[in-house]
Nanobody, 118 residues
Framework: QVQLVESGGGLVQPGGSLRLSCAAP???????MGWYRQVLGKERELVAT???????NYSDSVKGRFTISRDNAKNTVYLQMNSLKPEDTAVYYC?????????????WGQGTQVTVSS
């Protein structure tokens, strides 16, 4: 069963914007939340992460265009995507890392398609 609920993907023209959302209901001890993306035939790559203390990290390809944020009360992470390029086309996956005793556990969303095209 999918544990994270993603939304916000779609088809946009180059230069457009989208906002992705990911809710993680019922998951305790969250240390970090992030977004990954994957193109068919390529490895899944990290896009952005946000950790306790609101420290953020972005891949070079999206820095300055994407913004990751979170709402701790709702266990939700967002990815605001501006100035979208065709190269951003991919399936985007939400990731949540939570501490369980001595281990970090990863939870994944089902993926949402982002297509940037004229």
């Amino acid at each position: 069963q999918v544990q994270l609920v993603e939304s916000g993907g779609g088809l946009v023209q180059p230069g457009g914007s989208l906002r992705l959302s990911c809710a993680a209901p019922g998951i305790d001890g969250i240390n970090a939340m992030g977004w990954y993306r994957q193109v068919l035939g390529k490895e899944r790559e990290l896009v952005a992460t946000i950790v306790i203390g609101d420290s953020t990290n972005y891949s070079d390809s999206v820095k300055g265009r994407f913004t990751i944020s979170r709402d701790n009360a709702k266990n939700t992470v967002y990815l605001q995507m501006n100035s979208l390029k065709p190269e951003d086309t991919a399936v985007y996956y939400c990731n949540v890392r939570a501490r369980f005793r001595f281990f970090d556990r990863d939870y994944w969303g089902q993926g949402t398609q982002v297509t940037v095209s004229s």
